[in-house]
Every structure is written in C-alpha cells, then in structure tokens.
C-alpha cells in the first residue's frame, strides 16, 4: 500500500502494488472505522465512471485508535494476504523522492510522518532545523508495517559532519535519539542498511 498509513481523521488516496491484482474490487480493513471507496475516472459524454483498478480513497474516522491495522483487497483472483497500515496522530506527507544528495535534502520538520520508499541503492535526505538543546527522537518504521526495507538513519551536521547513526533498534527497524548541541539545520539519511 502507498502510502502505508495516515492520520486519524483524515483521507488518503491509496495506491495497491503487487501481482495478481486484476480486476480489484474492494479494500478492506481490520477496524470498521477505516474505509475504502474505488478511485474513480472522471468518466465522459460517451462513458460513465469506472474504478481506476488500483486506487483506492481511504478514510479513517475520528475514533480510530492509533496504531496498526491489516489491509486486504479483493480481485479476481481472491482475496489477498494480509499488509499493514499505520493509522497515527501527527500530520503526514509523501515524500516526492528527488532527495538523493545531501544538498537535495527535503524539509522536515519535527512532529510530521513521513511516507516515501526508498529505492535500492539510493539514499533519501532530510533537513531538520533544530535549537540547541533540542531532543528528537527519529522513528524509521518499516519491518514493524511489512517493509523489506532494513533502513538505517545517520545524521549529519552543517558541515557533513556525522553526528549520529541508527539501525536495529526495534527489530531491523532504527531509532535514532539526539540532542542539537547548537542552533541551526541537520541533515538527516535514510538508506537500506
């Protein structure tokens, strides 16, 4: 699923990858207060609106504790195994992927989710800007919602000066914690350890 979650009380345009997805009906979630309605085409003069196949819009109600929930889709071919989808509290974007270098980092800002994947053999970045002083904690979920990726976090300083690293922490996934010892903008990595 892309993206693998979103926040409580919000809607999201989901997109199903995998094989064997023909004629995709229905997603469905393991809470009732998450549901799915097909993406439709705008349709015309000459055709009426029709499931885009693989989108889907995800709503997720107001009460809908948060946490981790399965996802299933139905198609021609039966119904499919089961994947995650991370419903949380804080705003959430996807990341655009054009983030490969350092100098391309793109803004993050502390207390956002962000959902992106990341291709092999490529690293995205982030900037932060931070005051000194300031304690974050990085959470890089992937194994805990059916990723293969085994990501690993480095953070740098101004100067491209590592600061701190993360991987396996909780499982294959990282958590990073750090404190700014000054004022001013972090670079953050992510890349498949």
Same mark, same amino acid.
């Given at each position: 699923l892309d993206p693998?979650?979103?926040?409580?009380?919000?809607?999201?345009?989901?997109?199903?990858?995998g094989d064997n997805l023909d004629a995709l009906r229905n997603l469905t979630f393991s809470h009732p207060g998450i549901r799915a309605l097909p993406v439709m085409t705008a349709g015309t003069e000459w055709e009426d609106p029709r499931p885009v196949g693989d989108r889907f819009r995800v709503e997720i109600g107001a009460g809908v504790p948060p946490g981790i929930y399965e996802a299933r889709v139905a198609g021609r071919f039966g119904i499919s195994n089961p994947?995650?989808?991370?419903?949380?509290?804080?705003?959430?974007?996807?990341?655009?992927?054009?983030?490969?270098?350092?100098q391309n980092a793109a803004?993050?800002?502390? !207390?956002?989710? #962000?959902?992106?994947?990341? $291709?092999? @053999?490529?690293?995205?970045?982030?900037?932060?800007?931070?005051?000194? !002083?300031?304690? #974050?904690?990085?959470?890089? $979920?992937? @194994?805990?919602?059916?990723s293969r990726l085994n990501g690993a976090l480095i953070l740098l300083d101004a100067e491209g000066r590592e600061l701190a690293r993360a991987n396996d922490v909780l499982g294959l996934d990282p958590l990073l914690e750090f404190t700014a010892p000054r004022s001013g903008d972090y670079t953050l990595g992510l890349y498949d350890f």
């Open positions: 693998p979650g979103a926040k409580v009380g919000t809607a999201v345009e989901v997109r199903v990858r994947r995650a989808f991370s419903v949380g509290t804080l705003p959430e974007r996807t990341d655009k992927n054009a983030n490969h270098e350092p803004a993050a800002q502390v !207390g956002e989710t #962000i959902n992106g994947v990341v $291709a092999k @053999e490529t690293r995205e970045f982030f900037k932060l800007t931070l005051g000194a !002083g300031q304690r #974050i904690l990085i959470d890089c $979920a992937a @194994e805990r919602i059916d």
